[in-house]
């Protein structure tokens, strides 16, 4: 069951990661994280010019269904996710989620825990199914984490991404039950 505060425990060496819903507060951080991972060009689709901050405020909280959620690792913002439906009608059963962690906590267990407790959320919300639209190939990190927490690659879009030191790379639609 998700509710309030979801802790990652970690070993003494470790962060500990808190994961809660973002208020309209926590928008200043999301938009310089995310403009900062847009300009990395290695993971997001869309441009840094492209995504105002009225953008990026619909995009990662105020799109219809979105909940958007902070993961703070040791109180410090360390990375958000947003959960909102894939598509509407006979298909508002799967959900959609869009993920980012500060470079400066990465592998630290972030992206694990935003991605264990939205998964737990969609469940929570009544979504049967989650959908990942758009997973760059190249981004391997982010590939064996939805992996390891039981998505599949369920289609490939060959060189569907332009990739800032790679070129044009693969894309995956993944997808796991709920």
């Keep these: 069951m ?18 809660r819903e973002a208020t309209r507060a926590d928008f200043d951080d999301i938009y310089a994280l995310f403009q900062h991972i847009l300009k990395e060009g290695s993971t997001y689709s869309y441009s840094a010019e492209e995504m105002t ?6 995009y990662w909280m105020e799109a219809t269904g979105t909940i958007a959620s902070i993961a703070e690792d040791n109180g410090v913002f360390a990375g958000c996710s947003a959960l909102r439906p894939n598509r509407t009608g006979r298909a508002h059963h ?8 500060h470079p400066d906590h990465r592998g630290k267990g972030v992206g694990a825990a935003l991605g264990e407790y939205t ?17 760059v190939s190249a981004n391997e990190v982010a590939v064996k984490l939805w992996k390891s927490l039981g998505f599949v690659i369920a289609g490939t879009l060959p060189k569907g991404f332009n990739h800032a030191t ?13």
Excluded at 95 to 101: D, E, G, K, L, Y
Excluded at 119 to 135: C, D, H, I, P, S
């Design 2 to 19: 998700v509710s309030g505060l979801f802790k990652q425990n970690a070993s003494p060496d470790r962060a500990q990661i808190t994961i």
């Design 53 to 58: 901050a009225e953008r990026s405020l619909q």
């Design 94 to 101: 799967v959900a959609n989620a869009s993920f980012i962690v």
């Design 119 to 135: 998964l737990a959320l969609a469940r929570k919300k009544g979504y049967t199914n989650m959908q990942f639209n758009f997973v």
């Design 166 to 178: 790679k070129g044009l790379v693969d894309v995956y639609i993944m997808h796991r039950p709920l």
